[in-house]
């Protein structure tokens, strides 16, 4: 039973957990929200140099609530990419200088592993086969895990905006704040979800890619048209339309493999319209869905550590001169 401690900089949340096989000994994740709303969206910089100044302290805040002695760590693990190269430039180097200290081995760690690793925290009995949707601010990967929990078959990813990302985008749009998706998430609320019938793109059978940047563009042209339109409407149409074709997708690549077993996370899977939507599903078509808690959907460092777990058992390492890469993918 391995005990990993991880760092997690991918964007901006700062994160630091301690994970011991399946159980989370500690996950300090410390949101930069404030610091980008004015600008309303991640200003790469600005994430760089807060996660810099910000990690000594969550470190030691995430060794203090995990109560261990730091030698009884096993390894440093750390996520090397996909994310903003500053960002996580900060949290490499650091954890570099952790592994080297401490004489513990570093492992890196894809971030989008980190996230399907967050379904295994929450369902340690979770095992493949299962088709996994990652759905964040930078990615909508749809994939299958047919043996192994590292390799899988990419079926279907956007081709051009991220889910997270159109969430974002009509926010601002609707001036409605930042992040988008909370934001549209409220707002939706109390509007009519069947007000407006935006775009669903890529929708003919067999087609598992995604497309954001039509729903957007449509969002765009109502709102410039209809100057006094309802944004609550606007939101909430906006949300069906992104979780319709979400869930329906995930369905069908579901089907196609023939697999009854789903897992769902990332900054997205927080929506509860989609968590709901995803359970109907798995009720109608006795499917089994994983959705992790909110809380390990959204960046933390603990999925990371709990990714690093399974690489530790692999005796997968990396050397102290591993570089990040922005653009990693599986
Ligand atoms: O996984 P994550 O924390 O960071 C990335 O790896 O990107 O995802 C952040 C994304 C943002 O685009 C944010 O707007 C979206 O997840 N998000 C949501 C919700 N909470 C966060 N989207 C829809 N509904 C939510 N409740
Ligand atoms: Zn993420």
Redo the contacts with the bound molecule.
Sequence with gaps: MPTVLAVET??D?TSVAIVKDNEILSNVVLSQISIHAPFGGVVPELAARHHLKNLPVIFDQAVKQAKIDLLALDAVAVTVGPGLIGALLVGLSFAKGLSLALKKPLIGVN?LLG?VYAAKLAYPTLSTPFIALIV???HTELMYFSEDFLKPKVLGRTVDDAA??A??KVARLLDAGY????A??KLAKTGDPNKFDFPKALMEKGNLNFSFAGLKTAVLYTLSKNPNVSKKDVAASFQKAVVEVLVEKTVSAAKQERCRRIVVS???A??ELLRLEFEKKAQELGLEIYIPPKSLC??NAAMIARAGVELFEREMFCNLDVNADPNLSF
């Design positions: 991918s964007c949340e971030h996230h964040s601010g930078g997270g990302e969430f974002d992040p988008g998706g909370p549209i998430e990332g900054g997205v927080a929506n959204t960046d």
